[in-house]
């Protein structure tokens, strides 16, 4: 039969190194003495090589037993450390809550939400990661997220996805820009205009190349970038006009640029996720409740 590994065995073999005595480490263990030895025993028979001489009396360890107790010391004191755990488990600090977004979410919404989250929970903490969709298939595998707030449609159970209201899209013109007096901008209006875009992996870039072919309309792209935010920074330093959620363009207004409503209309869907796992922290629910609410007042 194949050996395996019982952490009794290395626990006994542990206390006979320190204490050198079959007694003694059942006094440490808080064992009998013939279950020290029945134990040394069977670990010698397992692994096939003697560890102990006895002499005098004493157990003197055999250079293998000083290899193996070398080779064992950083596991054995992770198992002390888990010990010390879990007799001390009511005092454990709660881990941190895992939130992942988009940029769109984490730059506009989640400031806000977080705020209205730290009123009621304010021991808690929240560890905020900022994902880019192209690697969505990563994060949604690997759920190591509490919950994610994150543009739609994307592949996931729709059980465990909470779809918040959808929110048309908006045009943010530089200061001074021509278009400026227009009550809102026609898509026609764009054609000829240098466009700061965001890079092709982004679902908002996919949705404005489809707005312009849909509209028979050639777009002109001047600058591409990676985030919401960075695209707001080029178009307020006059780079180009930009096409992007409302909740980005307004978060970010007071740098100063015109923000228009957009005809016709370019939707913005977003919805929050919860993991495949079951959750027992209700913390976590209220997150998403204040998460709602900042949207919905966004």
């Known amino acids: 039969m194949a050996w395996r590994f019982k952490l009794r ?12 005595s079959t007694i003694e480490a059942g006094k440490t263990l808080n064992v009998s003495q013939p279950a020290v030895s029945k134990t040394l025993s069977e670990l010698e028979a397992q692994l096939g090589t003697t560890l102990f001489l006895r002499t005098g009396g004493r157990l003197v360890p055999t250079p293998k037993a000083e290899w ?5 010391q950083e596991t054995l004191a992770r198992v002390d450390h888990l010990d010390a755990i879990l007799r001390d488990i009511e005092s454990v600090p709660q881990r941190p809550i895992r939130l992942f977004a988009n940029s769109a979410m984490a ?8 705020v209205l989250f730290r009123q009621s929970h304010p021991s808690i903490t929240v560890s905020t990661d900022v994902v880019a969709r192209r690697d969505n298939r990563r994060w949604l595998n690997d759920q190591e997220f509490d919950l994610a707030v994150t543009m739609l449609p994307v592949e996931y159970p729709n059980e465990l ?15 001074g820009h021509k278009l400026r007096d227009q009550e809102y901008i026609e898509l026609s209006m764009l054609e000829n205009e240098p466009l700061v875009a965001l890079q092709r992996h982004n679902l908002t870039r996919y949705k ?18 990676a985030t919401a935010a960075s695209l707001v920074m080029f178009v ?30 370019i939707e913005f869907a977003f919805g929050i996720l919860a993991p495949m796992r079951i959750q027992s922290r209700p913390e976590i629910a209220d997150l998403s409740h204040c998460i709602q609410q900042a949207y919905s007042s966004g």
């Open 9 to 20: 065995h290395m626990e006994v073999f542990r206390a006979l190194m320190l204490t050198g």
């Open 68 to 72: 193996l107790f070398d080779a064992s």
């Open 107 to 114: 730059h506009s919404i989640l400031p806000e939400a977080l």
């Open 161 to 175: 996805i909470t779809t918040l209201p959808v929110a048309d899209g908006v045009c943010i013109l530089p200061k």
């Open 208 to 225: 404005v190349e489809q707005a312009f072919s849909s509209a028979g309309l050639r777009y002109n792209i001047a600058v591409e970038t």
């Open 236 to 265: 307020t330093a006059g780079l180009g006009v930009g096409i992007i959620d409302p909740f980005t363009a307004e978060k970010l207004r007071p740098l100063g640029y015109e923000i228009k409503p957009l005809r016709p209309a």
